[in-house]
């Protein structure tokens, strides 16, 4: 296993992500436990410890999951991450309730690592209200050792990371950021990277495969890759070219099964760098894959839980993105027939609940409206 320096600690530089854990019949709610107990077993015999979970991540039920599998291990094997859950603006006056719900549910005493989650151009105003007493109470909770270094996520655009750093920069250690080597210049990653340099904030790596999409390429797409390495593996490519860029610390895969484990832990056994013609390659393959057309869902589920209708609103920009990429086509139709119609796109009442947590900010009602237009 690969280690970071943070502080002091050396941190695996692969990080068991916790939003999608394996779970039972399709049901995003139901963790299968068992599975989860396997896979952190493996992790932690092959070196991993850093363990990344959050409030809203399997309807609430990731924290219990993880919490109760680390528990069979010494505290000081490893070390957890949770967040404070303000991509839901009704949470923002519930900072203490939800901090003390969370370490019983994690069943620990205090967190290694804790995250004000999902700053973007939505919660940024209240993050920032001092009557919420966000950052004081936490900061009172690192003073007490109920939290050991304080950080943030963040999906906001150039200007929302700045202001955030502009007022809370002095306090926060690192940096939770969505970036791989499509959204390196898709989302401004580069630039966002730089920014935190000039904090001297270490950058926590989210979505490196982008939703799983760059682990699961098109063949042209892939033969692209293959023609450079024949022997590296899609995946790998990704975390390669992450582990190049100076600042990232710990990449976080939200690992779904023991085989994408084994693979993932085969990539971070040891430093095997890009070279600069691979690393050329790698940015011009994504900027390729980029369809303007698309809407960059990373299928975090956050909308599911607000939405009125029960629409399964990842599975239906998937096939929006397909339908739209492709300019129509069978495939759409087909997955929709075996949907209920009153889980379909035309189900969808605008009320823009889902829009109000989504941490890429996607207008989804517009999205559902011209789905159905394409229809």
């Given at each position: ?173 690192f940096c939770q950021l969505q970036l791989n080597y499509v959204d ?32 699961r390429l098109g063949e042209s797409e892939a033969a692209v890759l ?150």
């Amino acid at each position: 296993m690969i280690y970071k320096e943070f502080q002091g600690l050396m941190l695996s530089n692969l990080g068991m992500g916790c939003m999608r854990l394996p779970v039972v019949d399709g049901n995003d709610a139901l963790v299968d436990q068992a599975a989860v107990e396997r896979m952190v077993s493996l992790a932690m015999a092959r070196g991993v410890n850093y363990y990344d979970t959050a409030w809203g991540y399997h309807a609430g039920n990731s924290e219990r999951a993880i919490g109760k599998a680390l528990s069979a291990y010494p505290r000081d094997r490893f070390f957890l991450a949770d967040k404070f859950p303000g991509y839901d603006l009704s949470n923002m006056g519930k900072v203490e309730e939800i901090f003390q719900a969370q370490l019983e549910k994690c069943q620990v005493e205090y967190f290694d690592f804790y995250l004000f989650h999902n700053v973007c151009e939505l919660n940024i105003d209240a993050y920032l209200n001092p009557r919420y007493g966000i950052l004081t109470y936490l900061l009172e909770q690192k003073k007490n050792g109920r939290i050991r270094h304080l950080g943030f996520s963040c999906h906001g655009a150039m200007p929302v990371l700045r202001r955030f750093l502009d007022a809370y920069g002095a306090h926060m250690e690192f940096c939770q950021l969505q970036l791989n080597y499509v959204d390196w210049i898709f989302q401004g990653g580069k630039e966002k990277v730089e920014l935190l340099s000039q904090f001297q904030i270490p950058v926590w790596v989210m979505e490196p495969l982008r939703g799983g999409r760059l682990a699961r390429l098109g063949e042209s797409e892939a033969a692209v890759l293959q023609a450079l390495h024949p022997q590296r593996s899609v995946p790998a490519w990704a975390f390669r070219f992450l582990q190049g860029i100076p600042g990232v610390t710990v990449i976080l895969s939200g690992m779904s099964d023991a085989k994408q484990m084994e693979d993932n832990l085969s990539t971070f056994e040891a430093e095997d760098p890009l070279t600069e013609q691979e690393r050329s390659r790698l940015l011009a393959l994504g900027e390729e894959m980029t369809n303007p057309k698309a809407l960059a869902c990373t299928g975090c589920r956050y909308c599911t839980t607000h939405c009125p209708q029960g629409l399964d609103i990842p599975h239906l920009l998937a096939l929006y993105n397909e339908h739209r990429f492709t300019g129509g086509g069978f495939i759409a139709p087909m997955a929709l027939s075996a949907i209920a119609p009153d889980k379909q796109p035309g189900a969808c009442i605008g009320c823009r609940s889902c829009e109000a947590v989504c941490p890429q900010q996607l207008h989804i009602s517009e999205a559902m409206a011209d789905f159905r237009r394409l229809l």
